[in-house]
């Protein structure tokens, strides 16, 4: 049975280039990048490279990048990390409802530890309400942290608004931009971003590895101790295959990105626009043009999208419910939650991600299946 993939926001396959790019640092150059030999010294140098792709695709500087093993790695050392760094000017952080749970339940710590958040409100798209962002600054406000694009709904926040506000108040903004590095084109200095989280098996690297930019100046600690590896602010041997993966899948996302992304955005609005011709009493999650290229997120009245997924499953479909990281949740999305869903839409959400290897035939294939499970109903 062919199997087709439409489940790409939870991760993505690697890719042969990125494969071969990284084969040689597991068998032939597989030195300890901290080692002073030739074998450390070529280890170190790749690392450098890959740094220096990050940086020149987002618009950075090489030595504001940091590698991590994740995103939520990445949201965790950047969040806990200017806290705790700024914690002698304020001890008060603002997000919004519907960020990642890497995001959210970092907060949650910090809430614990003394710290004060407010969770922003969104409409119904899911945009973030910047009158209750302005109205939420006070004089202990050290940071915000805002996600680029929801990972459920698919829908991109005015970045630039939000770094504007941040900036004009003199506090720090980082943004989870997991979704967003490969689908939407980030420059951190035009964005006025202070920090951004990312990982590479959202981009077809491999999972294990993920990045973390801060802009130089912004002062933030670690929250791992061991070693002196990432300029002292993130312990542990550096995974040099993985950083040499994501260098080289962030280089070849970017290099192909007008072609990669119409490809999904065609391929997302033939499904869209499919669906709502076929069946009935559908609702569109999210912004429908200010979104993820790749992210269809779509309620079907009186189904249970768990049932439709083992369904799906059946037929070599694979896709998801909602994000990734809350499978097995018996509670519903808290994303569609907060931008108004009733609780019977929330339960027959579906989300569809495509990505470079879907085609128009595979969509069809989902699309006449899906026609048929919920019109039998």
Do not use: W
């Not at 084109?185 to 590479?200: A, R, T």
């Not at 069809?364 to 499970?373: G, K, P, T, Y």
């Amino acid at each position: 049975m062919k199997i087709r993939y439409f489940d790409h926001a939870a991760t993505t396959p690697v890719s042969n280039i990125v494969l071969q790019e990284m084969l040689p640092y597991y068998e032939i150059q597989y030195g300890n990048a901290s080692s002073i030999y030739t074998l450390g010294r070529q280890a170190k140098r790749a690392v450098e490279n890959a740094r220096k792709n990050i940086a020149k695709n987002i618009g950075a500087k090489q030595q504001e990048i940091y590698f991590t093993s994740c995103g939520s790695e990445s949201d965790n050392l950047a969040i806990k990390g200017i806290a705790y760094a700024n914690k002698n000017k304020g001890n008060h952080i603002i997000t919004s409802k519907i960020e990642h749970h890497a995001v959210l339940n970092t907060c949650k710590t910090l809430e614990k530890q003394g710290f004060e958040v407010t969770y922003l409100d969104v409409d119904n798209n899911g945009i973030v309400d910047l009158v209750q962002l302005m109205n939420s600054i006070n004089s202990n406000t050290i940071l915000i942290s805002i996600m680029f694009a929801n990972n459920e709904i698919g829908t991109i926040q005015p970045i630039k608004q939000i770094a504007e506000i941040a900036h004009k108040n003199n506090i720090i903004f980082h943004t989870d931009a997991v979704q967003a590095v490969g689908n939407v084109k980030i420059n951190v200095e035009e964005l006025m971003i202070d920090s951004l989280s990312m990982s590479g098996h959202k981009f077809y690297a491999p999972k294990g590895i993920g990045a973390l930019y801060v802009k130089e100046g912004i002062n933030f600690e670690k929250i791992q101790d061991g070693g002196h590896q990432e300029k002292d602010k993130r312990a542990g041997t550096e995974n040099v295959a993985g950083i040499v993966a994501i260098g080289k899948a962030i280089d070849e996302i970017y290099k192909n990105f007008d072609s990669y992304n119409e490809h999904l955005k065609n391929l997302r609005d033939f499904y869209i626009e499919e669906l709502e011709k076929n069946i009935p009493n559908i609702k569109l999650n999210g912004d429908r043009y200010n979104r993820l290229p790749g992210n269809a997120n779509i309620s079907f009245k009186n189904v249970n999208a768990q049932e439709l997924l083992f369904k799906l499953d059946e037929k070599g479909i694979c896709a998801s419910a909602g994000s990734a990281c809350s499978t097995g949740n018996p509670m519903p999305s808290h994303v569609l939650m907060a931008i108004g869903l009733s609780e019977n839409l929330a339960e027959g959400t579906l989300r569809i991600t495509f990505g470079k290897d879907n085609t128009k035939e595979d969509v069809q294939f989902l699309i006449d299946n899906l026609r048929e499970f919920i019109l039998k109903k």
